[in-house]
């Protein structure tokens, strides 16, 4: 993409270099806070025990107050509330994150994941959408299928599934809720996936036209390949034609038919 290329050769000193790490970092710190917390108020070492994730989430109407954390701050808390499914999901997102920044680089990868934040911040604000950063990260594993279609997870450790089908599956399903919800959830999808849009669509657009223009090109070989098997003289009597007997000669009579010289009706010829 060239418009990557220059903006990377202009603004690739503003790269996140190892970004995976710091997203998994700062989720599993604030996975361990939340946890602590919870812990502390049920042993009874406070009395009045505040919800820690509620103060990170993307909230427009406190942001709107001065809480301007939360632009940032959401983006950290897990989706996930057992501690073994926090510690697959931050295996699985630094998983994802690694692959990417192999494949992009740093600065593409933190230019994706930041157009991926201003449009999941103006889902919330513009639309109501309450998608937290479970967009956010869809979009990344959607990336991540892209360039790697044909690895290979284990569900449970025991069945092997490519990542191609876990998109397809998951693009299913945000298709379905695409049809099935409302016209502010259809414009909150599509703001919190700007990301995967901006870099990814022109490249589905030049592929689909690629094949356009590879299928129009082979309808014309196949149209002409049958033209040459078509014969240009054929006999009304006997069904002769050239190409079943080069030495024949053929006559287009006064009726208006094209005879072998054989069958040519007697005062009707007429030239070839």
Request: aromatic share 14%; with cysteine; net charge positive.
């Given at each position: 993409?060239?418009w990557?290329d220059?903006?990377?050769?202009?603004?690739?000193?503003?790269?996140i270099?190892g970004?995976?790490?710091i997203?998994?970092?700062?989720?599993?710190l604030?996975?361990?806070?939340t946890w602590l917390?919870k812990t502390?108020g049920?042993?009874?070492y406070?009395q009045?025990?505040p919800?820690f994730?509620?103060?990170?989430?993307?909230?427009?109407?406190?942001?709107?107050h001065g809480?301007?954390?939360?632009?940032?701050?959401?983006?950290?808390?897990?989706q996930a509330?057992s501690?073994?499914w926090?510690?697959f999901?931050?295996w699985?997102?630094?998983w994802?994150g690694?692959?990417?920044e192999?494949?992009w680089?740093?600065?593409?990868?933190?230019?994706?994941?930041?157009?991926?934040?201003?449009?999941?911040t103006m889902?919330?604000f513009?639309?109501?959408s309450?998608f937290?950063?479970?967009?956010?990260?869809?979009?990344l594993?959607?990336?991540?299928?892209h360039f790697?279609?044909?690895e290979?997870?284990y569900i449970?450790?025991?069945l092997?599934?490519?990542?191609?089908?876990l998109?397809?599956i998951?693009?299913?399903?945000l298709l379905f809720g695409?049809f099935?919800n409302s016209?502010?959830y259809?414009?909150?999808l599509i703001?919190?996936?700007?990301?995967y849009l901006?870099?990814?669509?022109?490249?589905?657009?030049?592929?689909?036209?690629h094949?356009?223009?590879?299928?129009?090109?082979?309808?014309?070989?196949e149209?002409?390949?049958r033209s040459?098997?078509?014969?240009l003289?054929?006999?009304?009597?006997c069904?002769?034609?050239e190409?079943?007997d080069?030495?024949?000669?053929?006559r287009v009579a006064s009726?208006?038919?094209e005879?072998?010289v054989?069958?040519l009706?007697s005062?009707?010829?007429a030239?070839?």
């Open positions: 993409m060239n990557l220059k903006l990377e050769r202009r603004f690739g000193f503003l790269a270099r970004l995976p790490r997203l998994v970092g700062f989720a599993a604030v996975f361990g806070l917390l502390a049920s042993a009874g406070v009045t025990l919800d994730t509620s103060m990170l989430t993307l909230d427009p109407v406190r942001i709107r809480e301007v954390w939360r632009l940032i701050t959401y983006i950290f808390i897990p509330t501690p073994l926090v510690l999901a931050l699985f997102l630094w994802v690694e692959g990417l192999r494949a680089g740093s600065f593409r990868l933190t230019l994706y994941f930041l157009v991926g934040m201003i449009g999941t889902a919330a513009f639309f109501g309450d937290s950063n479970s967009m956010l990260l869809m979009s594993f959607l990336a991540f299928a790697y279609p044909e290979i997870i449970l450790f025991i092997p599934v490519r990542i191609k089908w998109a397809w998951a693009g299913a399903f695409f099935t016209n502010s259809r414009a909150a703001a919190a996936l700007a990301n901006i870099f990814f669509g022109p490249e589905f657009i030049y592929r689909a036209r094949r356009h223009e590879v299928s129009s090109r082979q309808k014309r070989y149209d002409q390949a040459e098997t078509e014969p003289h054929k006999c009304a009597v069904g002769a034609t190409l079943t080069p030495n024949l000669d053929f009726d208006g038919e005879y072998c054989a069958h009706p005062a009707q010829t030239t070839r």
